[in-house]
Each structure stands twice: as structure tokens, then as C-alpha cells.
């Protein structure tokens, strides 16, 4: 696999970087025309910066080899930095639910500007720019925290388009602000459920689907011609590699010697073929 650290750090900080520009210059449109939008906007993107600094530290952490405390190693420092992005995407859309809300009830109107149609249109192009690379590298290097800040970054680019669409109608009408503001939030919440759900499943353990099952049992069969019974199959996912144990039946008369070679097989071939780790349990067959 492709230097998983290298890619990570890397888009963390063009991330951190361009992040930072982004929010300055939403920021201050959204202070020039007094749009709520658009300073929800501005904070989602200052909301990828400090994911982005989750991204760079949790890289660090989880590159950590296996110690005495940690004998699976630091990978799960991903799933966590994961969930942490999405715990402050949860809080940034309740926050301006409520601002949405309260906007709402003073009727107040806002009037766009040159500004805030290019630093909307800027924003678009960029945040979607950003979120193809992350999703590019977190496939070539099979990484769930850079897809977490690739929708990290989707749902910004989204949520500027929302933006983008509402100044054509912003000076017609004065709840169009306060829409846009709820409809941003609203979208921020979806992409910090689809992040929590994920990372929290993959914590807790889910269990393999049936055609990987399937597969799992066809590749250790063909190791050898006694009938292995595979059951009790349980992946486990450390990160950055994934462990499997299982439990499979054998003659109660074979020798030790012969029930450890049948094992060691099954776990040759199955990290041969899925690239998991395995620890093989033998019983006898009248168990």
C-alpha cells in the first residue's frame, strides 16, 4: 500500500491551508452584507480547518507501532479523530439552527452583493476541488478519516451551493437568508450523521456480510481436504489492518502437530487473500 502517512499529512495541510483562506474571505463577506448564511458558511470552513489538524494529529498517532499498552497498535486513532469531525459538524448545525431560527422571528432582511457572490462562487470550486483529492487519496490508501473530511469537505461545497442559488433570490425576499441558514445546517447534520453512524459501527463491530462469509470459507476449504466447519467468524479492524479469528473442526484423533500445519495454512490464505491477520481456534468434531 502507497505511503498511507504521506497522503494523509498532505491533504491535512492543503486543507488547513486552504481552509484558512476560505474562511477569512467568507467570513468577512458575510460581516460586509450581514448575512447569517453566509457566516455559517464561513464557520462550517473554519470547522474543516480544525478537522484537518484532527487529520494531521490522528496520523501521527495511529503510524505509532504496537506497544505493552497497545498491542494492536494505534489505528483506531482514525475511527476516533472521525468521530470527533463529526461530533463538531453535529454541534456547528445546532448552533445555527438555532441563529436560523432566531433570524427568522426579527424579519430581517439581507442584501447581497458582488462580495458575497464571489467569495460564494470561489468557495464552491475549491471545497469540491479538495473533497475529489481526499476522496482519491482515502481510496488509494483505504483510509476512513480522509473520507470523513472528504464529506467534510462535500458538505461545505454543498452548502455554499445552497448559498450560491438563495443570492439570486436573497433581495426579493426577506426569510431567504434564515432558509438558507437552516437548510446549511441541516446539510451539515446530514454529513455528521453519515460520519458518526459509520465510525461508531466500525468501534462496536459489525458483523461480515454473507458473500465475504462466503468467500472467507471457500478460500480456507481449498487448504485442505478435511471439512473445516468454519463458524464463530469475527473481523476485527485496528485501522490500518484487520484481524480475523475463527474457530474450525477437526478429527479428534489427529496429532497436534497435524491440527497446527491445517491452521497455519487457513491463516496463510486468508491473509493472502484478504490481507487479514488470523488466529484459527481448532475444536474436535464431536464438540
Not at 447581497?112 to 457572490?117: L, P, S
Request: hydrophobic residues 45%; neutral net charge.
Amino acid at each position: 500500500m502507497p505511503n498511507r502517512k504521506k497522503y494523509i499529512l498532505l491533504e491535512g495541510w492543503i486543507s488547513i491551508i486552504g481552509n484558512t483562506l476560505l474562511f477569512v474571505l467568507k467570513y468577512w463577506a458575510g460581516i460586509v452584507t450581514g448575512s447569517l448564511a453566509l457566516i455559517a458558511d464561513a464557520w462550517h470552513t473554519m470547522s474543516d480547518t480544525i478537522s484537518s489538524v484532527i487529520v494531521v494529529i490522528a496520523a501521527r498517532i495511529s503510524r505509532k507501532p504496537a506497544d505493552k499498552a497497545h498491542p494492536f497498535g494505534h489505528g483506531r486513532a482514525e475511527h476516533i479523530a472521525s468521530i470527533i469531525i463529526g461530533v463538531m459538524l453535529a454541534i456547528i448545525a445546532f448552533d445555527f439552527i438555532v441563529g436560523a431560527i432566531q433570524k427568522f422571528g426579527t424579519k430581517e432582511k439581507t442584501i447581497f452583493g458582488t462580495v458575497a457572490w464571489v467569495a460564494t462562487i470561489v468557495s464552491i470550486v475549491s471545497k469540491e476541488i479538495m473533497a475529489q483529492y481526499a476522496f482519491w487519496a482515502s481510496r488509494k490508501v483505504d483510509s476512513s478519516i480522509l473520507k470523513a473530511d472528504a464529506w467534510h469537505h462535500r458538505s461545505d461545497a454543498l452548502s455554499s451551493l445552497v448559498v450560491l442559488i438563495g443570492l439570486a433570490f436573497g433581495n426579493a425576499f426577506w426569510w431567504t437568508d434564515s432558509v438558507l441558514s437552516f437548510i446549511v445546517a441541516l446539510m451539515i447534520g446530514h454529513a455528521s450523521y453519515k460520519i458518526l453512524s459509520k465510525e461508531i459501527i466500525s468501534l462496536l463491530g459489525e458483523s461480515p456480510n454473507e458473500d465475504l462469509l462466503i468467500s472467507i470459507h471457500e478460500t480456507a476449504q481449498k487448504t485442505t481436504n478435511q471439512q473445516l466447519h468454519l463458524h464463530h467468524i469475527h473481523i476485527h479492524n485496528y485501522g490500518q489492518h484487520s484481524e480475523l479469528s475463527c474457530h474450525i473442526k477437526l478429527p479428534p484423533d489427529m496429532s497436534l502437530h497435524e491440527a497446527h500445519d491445517i491452521c497455519s495454512k487457513v491463516e496463510m490464505a486468508i491473509l493472502e487473500k484478504f490481507g487479514y491477520i488470523s488466529t484459527i481456534h481448532p475444536e474436535p468434531k464431536d464438540w
